[in-house]
């Protein structure tokens, strides 16, 4: 099965600045996905990112605060722009493995903003 | 949206049986019903996905009733690396979107 590597694992950021999170898968896939887990609570999906198309973004996220890219098929970034601590999270890239095995994920970037 | 519940915690001791159950009263019919095991600093790591009735793998069953409204995962025998945070990962009939359940946190004791 295809793994998934992000990076960084971890970053304390200065409020106002901007963290570039990179997933990169090992085969080509068509969608991948991102997700913020804050802390003690479930994931919520930010949007889902199309090779060469726009993202989509879910109710409360938008493209000015959370820009995507997805310049290939194994390969995606999510940036948190202009950061306040409410920002501080844990946030996930992620692919569908194939029909029976669920959705594969990165081991997660765990952001803290001061 | 479609609406999960799962149990907050569970507790339970080495060798034991364990089900979890994440209620969801309104899924899409045509989704299949995941469940998900996660550790800290970890992300989730799947562990069995059904349609209906009862499936079985190596590491767990999930049995899901007629009407789909809720989902239960068995745990045969846990362990104490069994400690971690299940979820279950059902589909919004209105949005098409897929909706993780709350989360049941389950420890268990030697």
């Known amino acids: 099965s295809a793994v998934i590597s992000q990076k960084p694992s971890r970053d304390i950021c200065q409020r106002g600045t901007s963290l570039t999170i990179q997933c990169q898968v090992d085969?080509?896939?068509?969608?991948m996905f991102w997700y913020r887990q804050q802390p003690g609570q479930s994931l919520t999906l930010i949007a889902t990112?199309?090779?060469?198309?726009?993202?989509?973004?879910e109710s409360g996220f938008v493209i000015d605060k959370f820009p995507i890219s997805r310049p290939n098929l194994t390969f995606s970034t999510l940036t948190v722009s202009n950061m306040s601590p409410e920002d501080s999270s844990i946030y996930l890239c992620?692919?569908?493995?194939?029909?029976?095995?669920?959705?594969?994920f990165g081991s997660g970037t765990r952001l803290t903003v001061v | 949206l479609a609406k999960t519940t799962q149990p907050i915690s569970m507790d339970s001791y080495e060798g034991q049986e364990v089900n979890i159950t994440c209620s969801h009263n309104?899924?899409?019919?045509?989704?299949?019903i995941t469940w998900y095991q996660q550790f800290p600093s970890q992300g989730p790591r799947f562990i069995i996905q059904?349609?209906?009735t009862k499936v079985t793998n190596e590491v767990a069953s999930l049995f899901i009733p007629a009407d789909r409204k809720s989902s239960t995962l068995s745990l045969p025998r846990v362990s104490l690396s069994d400690t971690a945070v299940y979820y279950c990962?059902?589909?919004?009939?209105?949005?098409?979107?897929?909706?993780f359940g709350t989360g049941t946190r389950l420890q268990v004791f030697p």
């Open positions: 990962l059902v589909g919004d009939p209105y949005t098409d979107k897929l909706i």
């Open positions: 992620s692919f569908l493995q194939g029909s029976g095995y669920g959705y594969t």
């Open positions: 990112a199309n090779q060469g198309s726009e993202a989509t973004y």
């Open positions: 085969s080509q896939v068509t969608m």
């Open positions: 059904g349609y209906k």
């Open positions: 309104n899924i899409a019919t045509n989704d299949y």
